[in-house]
Structures are given as C-alpha cells and as structure tokens.
C-alpha cells in the first residue's frame, strides 16, 4: 500500500516537474545544442551532481522559491503571501494585513528552505544508490517513496501558505489581486470569495 501511495506520488510530482521544466522560467534548462543523430535528449545530464535536478532547480529548492508549486491555489483565487506582500500599496492593505503577511512570507520561505533541503537530499539518495552499482526493487521503491514524500510535503506547504494568505484579505482584495495579475475579469469572482 505503502509502495503504491509513492508510486502516485511520484506520477503526481513528476508530472507538475516536468510541466515545470517547460514553463516556469526558474526550472527552464539552459539552451542545449541539437543532438547528434541517435544521441538521448539528456546526454550531458550525466555531469550533474544530482542526475534528476538541474544547477537551476537544486537553487531554487535551496533559495525556497515558488517553483510553480502552487499553481492550483494561486489560479483558483488563493493569492500567496509573497505576492501579497508586493502588490500591498495596490491592494490597499490596512497595517495588521501588511504585518500578517510579511510574516507569513517569512515563514514560508523558511519552510520552503527546510523542505526544498530534504527534497535535494531524498534525490541524492536516489541517485547515489543508482551511483554504487547496488540498486535493489525494494530499495529503489524505498528511496522514491522518500522523494515522493518529500515533494508531496513541499508542495503542501506551499498550497497551505496560500490558504493561510486568503484568511487575511477581503474578497474585494482578492478579486483585485486577480485584476492586477492577470487572471480574471472583474466578475469572475471565485466562489470562496463571493461568499
């Protein structure tokens, strides 16, 4: 059972890393000349220190960005913290909403720190068991499951933060986060806020 949560886990994270890879300009891999005939589009992949991760994304896990994590809070109308915290002046909010979420930004950039840590290190794992030669069934399946766990968790949280974030704005303040970023028109308003 255990084996089998991973394993859609792993389809899940895998699936939002590789829409990431192609679309978020954090994860995009830097310009790879054409491959020669009969050669893999990962050849040079083979330098890296972690096989699964680019120089850009262990940075990013590191630095605790976004990475696109929560894409199904923020296009839903649950606005994040650290946009929040830009857009202030423009979504007009009052001195108690400036301090929330600045601490809430602080805090998720932390976690995101913490987490996007045991991120890297579950794929190291992975990959220095590949690396010695001794991979076993069992524990390939113990090593993803930890990777899956650890990606699933990252994620979470940052789909968390967004929920916390929307507990401190107005609907009016949300809708108008969706104006100025681009999402909605002014009366498609998502239904958390309209009530």
């Known amino acids: 059972m255990k084996t089998l949560l991973a394993y859609f886990l792993l389809v899940g994270t895998a699936s939002v890393a590789a829409a990431q890879s192609h679309t978020h300009p954090n994860l995009s891999?830097?310009?790879q000349p054409a491959p020669h005939v009969g050669s893999s589009q990962y050849a040079g992949y083979q330098e890296r220190e972690i096989k699964a991760l680019s120089a850009r994304q262990i940075e990013d896990l590191q630095a605790g960005r976004g990475m696109s994590l929560?894409?199904?809070?923020?296009?839903?109308?649950y606005p994040g913290p650290?946009?929040?915290v830009e857009l202030g002046e423009k979504l007009r909010l009052t001195k108690d909403q400036e301090r929330e979420t600045t601490v809430l930004t602080e805090q998720m950039k932390a976690d995101a720190q913490r987490l996007g840590k045991d991120a890297i290190e579950t794929e190291r794992e992975l990959d220095r068991l590949?690396?010695?030669g001794r991979p076993s069934e069992a524990s390939v399946a113990q090593a993803v499951e930890r990777a899956a766990l650890a990606q699933a968790t990252l994620r979470a949280s940052h789909l968390n933060y967004h929920l916390r974030t929307v507990a401190i704005l107005t609907p009016v303040q949300i809708t108008r986060y969706q104006e100025l970023r681009g999402y909605a028109a002014p009366s498609a308003i998502p239904k958390h806020v309209a009530n």
């Open 130 to 132: 590949f690396k010695t």
């Open 70 to 77: 929560a894409l199904a809070a923020e296009l839903n109308g």
């Open 82 to 84: 650290a946009h929040i």
């Open 29 to 31: 891999q830097p310009a």
